[in-house]
């Protein structure tokens, strides 16, 4: 049977007695011969000093005393080349300083890596470069580590899947004691599906005292049988209950109709043939499912948040084409992206001489765009409308392509300029460390404002610029009207109040007062030494005293102050300690789901067709293990 995870085997010591001596693979042997072995050290007479008897010791794996001798003894056998390495007399390389100090490391490596310890390296190679666990049957890689590791066995496999268990349940208890500690905590959720198998995967996020934004995966757990609304709700709730964060949750952000939803709802019992991972409109079954008040009763479920980023993304790909499709240019449009397609599919299955001649006219590569992506699609549309229109055409006759006509040009340029401003806001909104959901009604309003700015000077687009505002309007109206949202964005310095007419400002000022003070004020100069308290601070009547202070007039004047400040950076919260609290309460959900899809895209490397064995809880555990590995330790020692 297989020792325990953590401590190191017993038959160690002797698998180490039993190593070959370094001495035997000195590149000087021949200068000493063996005399005899005592326990981890070996002694040889130096053949040099003869017929003086002259015996040495050294450790069985170091020859570091024999080196010496031959330094100090005989310099002329061991004397390096002008440029600090070669051969020496004797015809043996000689290591440089360089060379010395990487053989010492690896020396170092193998005097004190103990079989514990090489255990550990072996499962963080697993687990971190997504490895298949068969490898540790292969032959060639168990010869590998014997050899490295001078006489070292690599673990079984049952081996592993011990220290997998034991390492994924320590990583578990270690997340939790973070969450206990965490008051906001953001999840999101989606169902991916590959090789016939469906995947609930979630993560969690969180902000620190210092505002930086840390993540973690709680699962990815198979889910059979049909994807109804009561089946993801009860898993979203086991999840959330396994680690108890059932009453911390601010919003479980969910995916969107979006380019890579392929279906709502499926049974398992039909017959896929699925070549490609597929993600499943999670958001749809929610939203769709029909279960009586009863059922909802029974569970206690987050707040619900789509993708912002996602449902942008979607009146991209969606309103915005159909409002074209509509509208008189479809003709033109339909024309020249035509004309931009073969230039991407000719560029991208194009020889390299050809290749290197595209980017010789331009001093820039093309590459085919995700046509699902819109703002992929976007960017290309622009680096093409980047070029003289001696560039373009000189760029179609290389390609064979039908040049574009001068009306295409104006149009495509006209569409890369006015719908620029779509494609930042949607890299804004799918950002993760450092975007808070505050910043999706302040980008929400300027993409708006700068659509309504183009369509004064536009040919093309005006009934799509209308068109797309009022989709904004539309797709958008949950978090533009939500309470939660509208103090997210207060609390965030860039915007305080800036962002709202004059008219709205009192009634957000007076609710951000309103959460200021329900938070508990805890003076940094507190003192915990009850003997100290003197009367005037025990007692909280009339003016200056501590319960007026630090009351509702301490939080109605943070928040003034707050309010009238410029500093638009984060850190000026530091000021504002209450302030602070509550952007960290606000703040905390994503505007991205961006996050779980991460997780899935991590599995493509660990379930393959030629992996599809993989047992689904050493799947879950492998996959959690690599995510989690920033903030709880990887493996056991």
């Known amino acids: 049977m297989d020792y325990v995870i953590g401590l190191q085997n017993s ?38 000093c003869l017929p003086k008897v002259n015996i040495l010791s050294t450790a069985r794996d170091s020859t570091s005393n024999l080196k010496k001798h031959l330094e100090r003894k005989h310099a002329e056998h061991y004397r390096k080349s002008p440029s600090g390495d070669g051969p020496s007399e004797s015809g043996h390389e000689v290591k440089g300083p360089s060379d010395k100090k990487h053989a010492k490391m690896d020396h170092t490596v193998y005097n004190y890596t103990t079989q514990s310890k090489l255990n550990a390296l072996v499962f963080n190679f697993i687990v971190e470069d997504v490895q298949p666990i068969s490898i540790l049957e292969q032959p060639g890689f168990r010869k590998l580590i014997e050899v490295l ?10 081996t592993f899947d011990c220290r997998l268990e034991a390492g994924f349940d320590k990583m578990k208890e270690e997340l939790k004691k973070k969450l206990d500690s965490v008051q906001s905590l953001c999840t999101t959720a989606d169902i991916w599906t590959v090789n016939n198998r469906s995947y609930f995967g979630m ?28 089946t993801v709700i009860a898993k979203i709730q086991e999840i959330h209950s396994s680690y108890s964060i059932e009453s911390k949750i601010r919003a479980t952000v969910t995916d969107n109709a979006s380019h890579f939803v392929k279906a709502k709802e499926f049974s398992s019992e039909e017959d896929f043939e699925v070549d490609e991972s597929q993600f499943e409109d999670l958001g749809s079954i929610l939203s769709e499912g029909e279960m009586g008040a009863d059922f909802f009763l029974s ?49 991208r299955d194009c020889s390299t001489v050809v290749a290197d001649a595209m980017e010789s006219i331009a001093n820039v590569q093309f590459t085919a765009p995700c046509m699902n992506q819109w703002s992929s699609k976007f960017f290309a549309v622009n680096k093409l409308m980047s070029l003289t229109d001696s560039q373009l055409t000189e760029l179609t006759d290389l390609l064979d392509v039908p040049n574009f ?11 890369a300029d006015v719908f620029k401003a779509v494609a930042v806001a949607f890299d804004l909104l799918q950002g993760e460390e450092n975007c808070f959901i505050g910043i999706v009604i302040p980008t929400l309003l300027t993409l708006k404002r700068k659509l309504q700015e183009k369509m004064a000077n536009t040919h093309f687009f005006s009934e799509v610029i209308d068109h797309t505002v009022k989709a904004i309007d539309s797709r958008f109206k949950q978090i533009i009207d939500s309470p939660d949202a509208r103090l997210a964005t207060t609390t965030m310095p860039q915007f305080r109040l800036w962002w709202l007419p004059e008219s709205e400002r009192e009634v957000l000022r007076a609710q951000l007062v309103t959460e200021v003070s329900q938070l508990v004020f805890v003076p940094e100069t ?7 308290v003197n009367e005037d601070e025990f007692f909280s009547y009339g003016p200056g005293s501590s319960g007026n202070r630090d009351g509702n007039r301490g939080a ?17 919260l530091d000021d504002f300690p209450r302030i602070k609290k509550v952007f960290i309460k606000f703040n905390t959900p994503l505007t991205s789901s ?7 895209s991590h599995d493509g490397n660990i379930i393959t067709p030629k992996r599809n064995q993989l047992a689904d809880e050493h799947f879950e555990r492998v996959l959690l293990l690599r995510y989690n590995s920033k903030i709880c330790s990887l493996a056991l020692e």
């Open 149 to 158: 590791s001078r006489g070292k066995k690599v673990m079984s496999r049952k």
């Open 405 to 415: 006509m001068p009306e295409e040009i104006a149009y495509l340029k006209e569409y």
């Open 11 to 48: 038959t160690e010591p002797r698998v180490e007695m039993e190593r070959q001596p370094a001495f035997d693979h000195w590149m000087f042997k021949h200068h000493f011969t063996f005399n005899e072995a005592r326990g981890r050290n070996i002694t040889v007479q130096c053949n040099l």
């Open 299 to 347: 569970y206690f479920l987050p707040p619900h948040q789509r993708c912002a980023a996602q449902t942008l993304n979607l009146i991209a790909s969606k309103d915005l084409a159909d409002a074209i499709s509509t509208g008189p240019t479809h003709k033109l449009h339909d024309s020249s992206m035509a004309k931009c397609v073969a230039i991407w599919h000719k560029a």
């Open 203 to 230: 993560t969690c996020h969180w902000l620190e005292d210092n505002l930086e934004r840390r993540s973690a995966a709680l699962s990815c757990t198979r889910i059979y049988g049909r994807h109804a609304c009561e």
């Open 526 to 532: 507190a003192n915990n030494n009850v003997g100290s």
């Open 594 to 600: 961006t996050p779980v899809e991460r997780l899935f």
């Open 556 to 572: 109605a004047e943070e928040v003034r102050m707050y309010l009238e400040g410029t500093n638009k950076d984060l850190k000026c």
